[in-house]
Structure formats: C-alpha cells, structure tokens
C-alpha cells in the first residue's frame, strides 16, 4: 500500500509546478497536524528541548513550518526526478562550488557530510554532474519502497550504497578509486554503532562511521545542503576544517556542531519530525 501512494503522488507531482507542489505539502501538513498525533508529538518534542527559549507560540510555528517542509522533500520529488528536470531550473544559486571541484581535481577521493537539511534529493541532482558520484542510503522497512527509490534515484547514475557492513567495504573501494560518496552524518546509528556528542546542547546518539572514514582516508570532508528558496533552491558547499580528521570523541563533537550552525541557518528546514534523540545515555528516561 504504502509503495502504491507512494507512486501515486510521485506521477501527481511531475504534472504539477515546484510551487504548486509546494502548496499541496502545505495543505496536507495542516492536515497532519490536526490529525497525526505521533508526528505533532515527535516534531514539538524535538522544537521545545532545542529551543527552550523560544515562546510556546513560536515553537509551534517552528514545528508547523517544519512539517510542511519534511512533506515538500517528498511532494517535490516529482519536479526533481523527472528525466527533463535540469539543475539551473531548479537551482538558483552554488556557493563553494570552485572550492569543491577543486577538491575533487587533487584526486583523493572525497567525502560529503550532507545533513537533513533542506532538500537532500537537489545535491543528488547537482553531484550527479560529476563523475564516480556515490551516496549511502538506509533502506526502508517496506521493500516495494525501496525499490522505486533505488529506480528514481538511479537515473542519476550515481552509485547506491547500502548503509551496512558490506556497504562500508564498497566506500573504502570507492574512495581508493578516487571516487566521492554522501552520507547524512545525522543518521541516527544502531546502538554499539555511535558514541554521544552535543547537539543543541542534549547529547546525541551521533554515527561514528563518517569520522572514522575520514580518519582513516584522509580525505577532503565537505559538507553540503540544498535550502529551499522561494522558486527554488540554493545549495552550499563548506569545506570541513580539520578537526574531523581527529580522535573519535573530538571528531563527532566537531560534527554535531557543524550541523547545528548549518540548521541554525533556516531551523524550520531542518527535519525535526525525526526521532534523532531517541537513543538516550544510560539512565536516562525516554526522550519522547
């Protein structure tokens, strides 16, 4: 069932514009906050423990504006797979891009710590320019879902790698083949898999695996983000400074902190409909 709705809406969407599908992601995020209990709970949860100082009015601003974007991710998934879609009618402006390109020309491979932020599906559409472009993804728990995501996502020709122990082997092969693969370095990892950082001052089950890969590869670390502009997107390239090639503990902090800085440049974009805190330190009670 959910593979078919999903199908559905991705044919609905192609046939409408990226602001038209906006307007249908908001029409339904006021649905979802009247009527979805479990996302409301999530999204206000996650708002009030990070931004304590905010008014209760302005929180549940935030939190609406938040849920409308994470829908127009999807709702706009239409506009951005379609075989016509180019990157200059979707992506007004590249920041850092000269840096980036640069990078990749020094022939050590790169990695790409791209956070859930914005539209990560536009970075998709924008690295798929370059050759030996690579990304990790954690398969859904239905798998008709996952196989139109794999169909979709692969007409970029980027290669798909699955978030496990072999996948882990395949970014090795692909970085020593001077390749440059993205993760979202704000995917909440198995437990045994991650070690807690601050973020927005609550500690945060955070993946080790990013840190561990530029530990060991050295190589260049950016990180990237697609914010949603009025008519379309923009997207950001900064170089990471080196203290992600550091210990562990330093490593992951360094992280979580580059991330927040990023969301703290438009938070309702950030997705906080995502149970990120649901892993809490040991005697700790349940974040949600």
Known sequence: MKALIFNFILKLTQRLSLSRSRALARFFGALIWKLSKKNKH???????????????????????????????????????????????????????????????GEGKGLLLAAPHMGNWEVLNLVLA???????????????????????????????QIEANLKGVRKIMTHLKNKG?????????????????????????????????????TKAPVFFA???????????????????????????????????????DKAPEQYQWTYKRFSIQPEGEPPFY
């Open 42 to 104: 999530i999204t206000m949860t996650n708002i009030k423990k990070c931004y304590p100082h905010l008014s209760s009015e302005a929180q549940i601003i935030r939190a609406k504006k938040s849920i409308n974007a994470a829908l127009m991710n999807f709702f706009e998934l239409g506009c951005l797979w379609k075989k016509q879609t180019k990157v200059e009618s979707v992506v007004g402006n590249i920041y850092g891009m000269e840096d980036f390109q640069q990078a990749l």
């Open 180 to 216: 440059f693969i993205a993760i979202l370095p704000d995917q909440r990892p198995k437990s045994g898999q991650g070690e807690f950082a601050d973020f927005y001052g609550i500690p945060t089950y955070t993946m080790t695996l990013f840190s561990r890969l530029a530990a060991k």
């Open 225 to 263: 983000y697609a914010l949603r502009t009025e008519n379309g997107f923009d997207v950001t390239f900064e170089k990471s400074n080196d203290t992600i090639y550091q210990q562990s503990n330093e490593s992951v902090a360094y992280l979580n902190k580059k991330i927040q800085t990023i969301v």
């Open 129 to 159: 320019q370059f050759d030996k472009f690579a990304f990790l993804y954690k398969p859904p728990s239905d798998k008709k879902v996952e196989d139109l995501l794999v169909k979709y996502r692969g007409k970029s020709k980027a290669l």
